[in-house]
């Protein structure tokens, strides 16, 4: 069974109007179980829509979107996935701890189960000293990895991420990468990953599908091939280098009809 | 130690400046008033204010009870509804469309002076229509402030409640309320020296010669200017006590979410 599968899926803002936009057109993708997939194209390629309609916070305008099996609109009603974004959009009223149980309060999880839960989780993104702090007292790649450790409080199979680490700084960006490649590995999780930067792809993935708009489609699959043990020695291997160049290739197919007309990414 | 130290004499450097600008200007007014020979009609000097203010202190305590009682009762009738109606309005948008333009503009002129058409709507000796007319005044404040707050919450927060299928009273209860509180705590100081204000102009409009507005207003008329600016001095003190109130409140507020 498939983590996420995607058959001919459409998706258009203003259907029918004069400003009708087609943020995806008959978009097709297979997600295996425990793979890491990076979605990653310029702005308005449709690769922010199409995380949304796996998280069926959209729906399409037509084809199928099926997560674990599940209709997405199950899945989500089952919180089968967790959800980051670029913003970590933790609650500055509730304490770290009360940020991460969070969505185990919604699922109606007893007190004492929470709080071991979000323990448990604090020490799996290694600031287990940080539970009673608000969020504003950390630092921005601190904010992000608890917003990682939220998403993952429930153990949901797959993880959704939106550019979780574009707005942080180069060094916390290359950290990070390394903490959610061992986080990942720890829980087995399924990873979709939104980015717009391709060493960050590559040196995640098994998967970088490269995506092109107007109207937002898949343009090329790069297969990775560096295997699942990573580090920060991957960053000098050939593979890697080749992998970029692959990346870059597909981007630069579409290169000359479309930098700098991009609009909003939707 | 040396943190509350150090923080004790930051208050103290901002007091006292303050303090002494104070006095000065109360010492230069004296000063006027004596060596210009001003008449009481004209100005009153301090020391005679503060005369009036000791000997009346009993009287003026009254008023400012009555006029206390009335912002007190008119606040707090006032944000109540205020609160209620803003949940209704952040739930149903067309309400929302409709009524906060409306609201945003009623803050912006004097509708205190409605109190005249309320006065004749109850007995000459009523505290009804001025109660009604602050309860009004703090209405619209806390309707705009507090509707905004629940409204506007971050887009990335109501996504992710989203994404754990949360309901709307569980948005309302985990995201729209906590973001609304301090807006309410804002609203309130904004409210609480109007709801003062207005208790004391809605005085002006006739009724009972009770509270603090209206006994400025006979004190001035007989021409005992000293003890009129007595019970300005009284109101001052109760508005400062509104506010303060207010400030304490929000503080407190703001403690409790960055322990």
């Given at each position: 069974m498939s983590a996420v599968n995607i058959r001919n899926v459409s998706k258009a803002f203003?259907?029918?109007?004069?400003?009708?936009?087609?943020?995806?057109?008959?978009v097709s993708l297979d997600v295996k179980q425990g793979e890491f997939v990076s979605l990653i194209g310029p702005?308005?390629?449709?690769k922010s829509t199409l995380l949304r309609l796996i998280a069926n916070l959209l729906e399409p305008t037509s084809g199928e979107v099926s997560v674990n099996g599940k209709s997405a609109v199950q899945a989500r009603l089952d919180q089968d996935y967790g959800m980051a974004f670029q913003?970590?959009?933790?609650?500055?009223?509730?304490t770290v701890r009360k940020n991460i149980e969070l969505p185990l309060e919604l699922k109606g999880w007893e007190k004492a189960d929470r709080r071991a839960r979000a323990d448990e989780m604090l020490q799996l993104v290694k600031l287990?000293?940080?539970?009673?702090?608000?969020?504003?007292?950390?630092s921005g790649g601190m904010q992000q990895r608890i917003a990682i450790a939220r998403a993952l409080a429930a153990h949901p199979p797959l993880l959704l991420m939106d550019e979780?680490?574009?707005?942080?700084d180069e060094m916390t960006r290359e950290y990070m990468q390394g903490e959610l490649l061992r986080i990942c590995a720890a829980t087995g999780t399924t990873v979709v990953f939104v980015t717009h930067s391709i060493p960050e792809a590559v040196y995640l993935s098994n998967r970088v599908v490269v995506m092109s708009p107007?109207?937002?489609?898949?343009t090329k699959v790069v297969d990775v091939a560096l295997g699942g043990e990573r580090s920060e020695d991957t960053r000098n291997r050939t593979a890697f280098f080749e992998a970029i160049t692959a990346v870059r290739e597909g981007l630069r197919g579409m290169h000359a009809a479309h930098v700098g007309l991009g609009n909003d990414d939707r | 130690m040396s943190k509350v130290g150090s923080s004790l004499g930051a208050t103290f450097g901002k007091v006292v400046p303050a303090a002494v600008f104070g006095a000065l200007f109360l010492g230069f007014w004296e000063w006027a008033v004596r060596f210009f020979e001003l008449k009481p009609y004209f100005l009153t000097a301090p020391s005679a204010i503060s005369e009036q203010f000791v000997n009346n202190f009993s009287l003026i305590r009254a008023a400012a009870t009555v006029s206390g009682t009335n912002a007190l009762i008119g606040l707090v009738a006032g944000t109540t509804l205020g609160v209620a109606m803003s949940f209704v309005l952040s739930r149903f948008k067309f309400l929302n469309q409709i009524i906060t333009p409306l609201a945003v503009a009623l803050n912006a002129?004097?509708?205190?002076?409605?109190v005249a058409v309320l006065n004749?709507?109850?007995?000459?000796?009523?505290?009804v229509p001025r109660r009604i007319m602050v309860a009004l005044v703090v209405y619209f404040i806390v309707l705009v402030n507090v509707a905004r707050g629940l409204t506007q919450v971050s887009s990335t927060h109501v996504e992710l409640m989203r994404s754990y299928a949360a309901s709307d009273v569980a948005i309302l209860r985990k995201v729209r309320i906590p973001n609304a509180v301090p807006f309410l705590f804002v609203s309130l100081k904004i409210a609480a020296p109007a709801a003062v204000i207005t208790a004391f102009v809605s005085e002006?409009?006739?009724?009972?010669?009770?509270?603090l507005g209206s006994r400025i207003s006979s004190n001035i008329a007989n021409s005992k200017n000293a003890a009129g600016w007595a019970y300005v001095v009284g109101a001052c003190l109760l508005g400062l006590l509104f506010y303060s109130f207010s400030v304490v409140m929000e503080s407190l507020n703001r403690k409790g979410r960055a322990k």
């Open positions: 203003n259907e029918g109007k004069s400003n009708q936009v087609d943020a995806l057109r008959d702005s308005g390629c449709g913003q970590a959009g933790l609650f500055d009223w509730r287990p000293e940080f539970g009673d702090h608000y969020p504003w007292q950390l979780p680490v574009g707005a942080l107007r109207p937002g489609r898949i | 002129v004097p509708i205190f002076v409605l004749n709507m109850y007995s000459i000796t009523s505290e002006y409009f006739g009724g009972s010669q009770n509270g």
